[in-house]
């Protein structure tokens, strides 16, 4: 659970002397301005009264239109009618969770989770079980085990909530196995997934691998998706695909929240998707993060003491260190704040309490010399820490930097139990 | 941010330029937004012109600008409770609320407290401080097993001048120790190591060198140790007056005006203190600017007196110098 002391220090990461790595921010400056005058220029002289008038709830048929170029884009060909436009892919999360979830029932999520869905389920009173993951995502025979368990104890869980690609916090992707396996278990238990895929169309390297939700055709998979990464989370614009039992339920609930999804930034998309190849900016954000992600990847190796372990993402926004058990990242956010530079503390990625030594790293939002700059930083503090508790301990154990050609695991449970204090 | 309107004030009270101090870098400066925010509103309804100021590297020509007759700080932790601010405020001749800065440099350093209270004959609970240095350069974790052998176990580590729950440690042996020291060391280059003391956690309130009704704090379920939870909204709830056995209010009241005075508070702090099992009271902390929000203790303190926030914040300014001090 995110606590109050970390609520408190996340205030103090947006002071302007800070390096923030601790954001999940697309870099928004990178978009042309052009671009957004002709965008909103049109609009004002095609569709003013349209814009700025309410809309159905479900969505503008032309932005459906733009969602399905997307969806096709990652494989998934979409009829109008099996989706719904949403305020941001977090209204999904929050939709879908007041649709199914009933104070008291189970969800899975997988451990880490993305933070910013934590407060959604506990709001809903949801009982969140997370699952492991390593460096193929969730582990899917501990999944299978939980399920049994959970069959015995006579819970049946909602949903399962997974990011399989590029996953937010940790930065791994689902493998393919892993992928079918996880389908097929929806399919013989006949258990809702929410597949949540922000991240998708921002790979650095490699292939492809097919949605859930394209494995799955859309009958145990809910899909949510989002212009936040390809486009602008100013416009707060995502979408839900699901089948259509749920869909209507959605759509219900969507009434009661806010009616409708902006107009104007439905139009915007619409207008955005005519003018051009929407796919360029994307490719021109491609090539902007590769490089971000690079040199973090070149800083950790440089900086960061051996006992030190990192992801290595081929696409997304983050990197998932995880430090030595005896360091609590929370704390170490306060010695990093001295020296203005921020993450975000491994504990906000799980309720019950794991997580203490690890961090999320966004390489996104800040430009190469502020990456290589905070992560030195963070370095600094990080091997002072380690020096520190060998010399308490009386072990001695020098810091020294990790191989640059170290490629990192994901922590194995026992390096991730939790703390005694 | 414009000056909120200004409206008649209070009969006696007269209207004056503040501007409130708040923010700043500390750890602990969404509280102290949270405060400055409801200080100003209360000193615009008493009739004072307001001048918000989110303390950063433009203080000095805000300050200079908004030539304010007194400041008003609304400041926790770093910068704000530890002199820095007042020591600033002295320079510019701008009259402020409050402790003066040998109090907040006292009251700050729970270390340099601790030793004061011992030497007044002030009951605290038995510590040891350690900078990073003695454990870098002079090899004290060699005397950590000595140190721990005098306190007893379970013992509690913090930093020496976290204000909040910050950096607090709870160790149950010695093997808790080393990570938790390291944790403490991240919020400060001193740290305290100190008995727990098992007991109710008590808060005594000063206000113009009267003390106010007791508050305790009662942390919810069962999560005694969990340090966190005791300052979680919804997770600790709080009784004022606090009920206590016959003769321990007034104790408390008189510890806590002791150390108040001891420490040369002026205006108002907040002393927390211990009662343990056996009916024995001993002191924490003090500290010279207690939280200033809806579920803070020294207004939830003046609230069960009689004294409502709009005249908590009324009775700070006028207790402020008329002038400048020199």
Redesign the interface.
Known sequence: MK???M???M??TA?P?VISLAGGLPDTSTFPPETFAAVAQRIATESCARALQYGPTEGLAETKDCIAEVMAAEGMPLDRDDMIVTTGGQQVIDLVAKTLIDPGDVVIAEGPTYPGAVPVFLAYQADVVQIEMDSAGMRVDLLEETLERLDREGRRPKFIYTVPTFQNPAGVTMSLSRRRRLVEIAHERELLVLEDNPYGLLRYEGDALPPLYALDRGVFVMYLGTFSKILSPGIRLGWVAAPPPVLEKINLGKQGTDLCTSTLSQLMVQAYFERGNWRDYVDSLTDIYRKRRDTMLDALAEHFPRQAEWTRPGGGLFIWATLPD???TT??L??A?RDNVAFVPGEGAFLDGRGRNAMRLNFSGSDEESIREGIRRIGEVVTE?VE??G????KESPAAAAPAAEVVQMPTPAERAR??? | MKSKAARPAEPGARPRRVAVLKGG???????S?RSGGRVEDALARLGHEVEPIDV??DLIRRLRDARPEVAFIAMHGRDGEDGTVQELLEILDIPYTGSGVLACVRATDKVLAKHLMVEAGIPTPDFFAFN?TA??ELGA??A?AAIEERLDFPIVIKPSSQG????I????SA?????????????DSKVLLERHVDGRDLAVSILDDEPLPVVEAVPQGDEFYDF?AR???GRTSFICPAELPAGVTEQAHELALRVYRLLGCHAFARVDLMLDADGELTVLEANPIPGLTETSLLPQAAEAAGISFDQLVGRIVELAPKTAPT
Request: net charge neutral; charged share 25%; glycine share 4%.
């Open positions: 606590s109050s002391a609520r408190d220090m205030a103090v002071r002397e005896f360091i609590d704390d170490l306060a010695r704040l820490q520190l508790y010399t308490l301990t009386g703390r005694a204090q | 870098r500390s750890l602990e400066r969404q509280v937004l950063g590297l990073e454990f870098r974790a060699e950590l909040s729950a910050l950096g440690k709870f160790a149950r093997a808790d120790v080393p990570a938790a020291l390291v944790a403490a060391f991240s919020y966190q300052y979680e909204i």
